[in-house]
């Protein structure tokens, strides 16, 4: 993860206005969070522990499930995912070379994010389009037969 | 309480309708093997199987978790057929692959004839853990203790039990009570020179005013006295002493 992008500060105030909108109430610990990841691309944990606080339930269970569910991330996110599939179609069609670019051309190890923040790069396991392997989904969208030498024409539509 | 009669192992036995298959069969003196179980917490039990046994019901048979298997009027049950024997060896045997290093594990499968799991692959000695992510730990932390100062964390095979961030918990209180619920020495504590070390903390022990032998963390002692509104002085003495 980016140096600069962890030393970030996080907004205390948007926290507290965030938490501030719900009911103290167990049920909006969920919400809350996701919340949390909308507005700082992860779950910061001074968030936790306001949100802990707030609604009187120990850190340590708001931490579980913050660690439970995959949309939400406990590091900081970049402002775009890139997912390199690296199922068994994608595997056979050169997925591991695909990401190795990435990784090279964006100064990025798989599962991290760039300096600039701008790229969280995540292998992933089969997307589902097999059909079209080997395949690189970018936020939402899906490119399909990618291939090595092209992939960063794809990345670089998002700088 | 309703007193029922069922079988087990093709014996006549008293047990209390509800109750798991598990305590009926020991109050009988019939040992089942069990690790993620706890008579003291309800929502324990049902992730190690271990204590799989067959349960013939209404004509039909079943393998089943015996810890958390209520008793009915009209059950059969088979603590150790060979299919029983067979299905449980297995379990050991792939829990022994997960957790090699625990005394337990190791002891209860070489019981079942496993001295070494068919599938370790030994990933170095930072990647051997003792725990079976039964959650007992937490269990106890949150409901017996009141803290809540771990809980399980991460999901599938990363999930394990921790504190908050991985931190120092500002809710631990040292009572050590997970160490001692754990059913395979996973969790380590360790007292010396008056302080206990558990999950990367320190906590401070008070000594006995008799022998002065440190036998409880002043945190405890805080904890304690907060919550029930014991005497202080209660405490000045161990056990042994009172
Ligand atoms: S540390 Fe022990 S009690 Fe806690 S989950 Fe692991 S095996 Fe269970
Ligand atoms: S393996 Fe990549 S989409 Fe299925
Ligand atoms: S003791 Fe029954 S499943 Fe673990």
């Known amino acids: ?159 | 309480m309703e007193k029922i009669t069922i079988i087990i192992d093709g014996k006549q036995v008293e047990a209390v309708k509800d109750q798991p298959v598990l305590m009926a069969a020991r109050e009988n003196g019939i040992d089942i093997p069990a690790l993620c179980h706890h008579p003291e917490l309800e929502s324990s039990g049902g992730s190690c199987r271990v204590c799989l046994v067959e349960a013939v019901q209404g004509g039909r048979s079943r393998i089943v978790t015996s810890c958390n298997y209520p008793v009915r009027a009209g059950l059969e049950v088979n603590t150790s057929t060979d299919q029983v024997m067979k299905i449980r060896k297995g379990v050991l045997e792939l829990l022994l692959c997960r957790v090699p290093d625990s005394e337990v594990v190791r002891g209860l499968a070489s019981k079942y004839g496993i001295d070494e799991p068919r599938f370790f692959k030994d990933e170095g000695e930072n990647n051997r853990y003792k725990c079976i992510a039964c959650s007992l730990c937490t269990q106890v932390c949150e409901d017996v203790v009141g803290v809540s100062a771990i809980s399980m964390q991460n999901r599938g095979v990363e999930k394990a039990p921790g504190t908050p961030f991985h931190k120092d918990s500002q809710a631990c209180i040292g009572c050590g009570a997970c160490a001692y619920a754990c059913p395979t020495g996973a969790i380590s504590m360790k007292d010396s020179k008056g302080v206990r070390t558990i999950w990367g903390r320190k906590f401070k022990m008070a000594a006995c005013s008799v022998c002065g032998k440190p036998y409880i963390p002043q945190a405890q002692v805080d904890w304690i006295v907060k919550t029930t509104g014991k005497d202080r002085a209660f405490f000045d003495k161990c056990p042994d002493h009172r």
């Open chain 1, 1 to 159: 993860m980016g140096a600069n992008v962890q030393k970030n500060k996080i907004d205390v105030k948007k926290i507290d206005r965030i938490i501030k909108g719900y009911d103290k109430s167990e049920e909006s610990l969920l919400a809350i969070l996701q919340d949390f990841q909308r507005a700082f691309q992860y779950v910061p944990e001074e968030g936790m522990k306001r949100l802990s606080r707030a609604m009187g339930v120990p850190e340590s269970k708001i931490y579980a499930m913050g660690t439970f569910y995959k949309a939400l991330s406990l590091k900081p996110r970049g402002k775009h995912t890139c997912k390199v599939c690296m199922g068994t179609a994608c595997h056979l069609k050169g997925a591991g070379q695909i990401l190795e670019t990435i990784e090279r051309e964006l100064k990025v190890k798989r599962n991290s994010t760039t300096e600039d923040g701008l790229f969280t790069v995540e292998s992933v396991n089969c997307v589902g389009a097999c059909a079209m392997a080997p395949v690189v989904v970018v936020d939402e969208s899906y490119a399909g037969h990618v291939r090595q030498s092209k992939v960063m024409d794809i990345l670089d539509k998002y700088k």
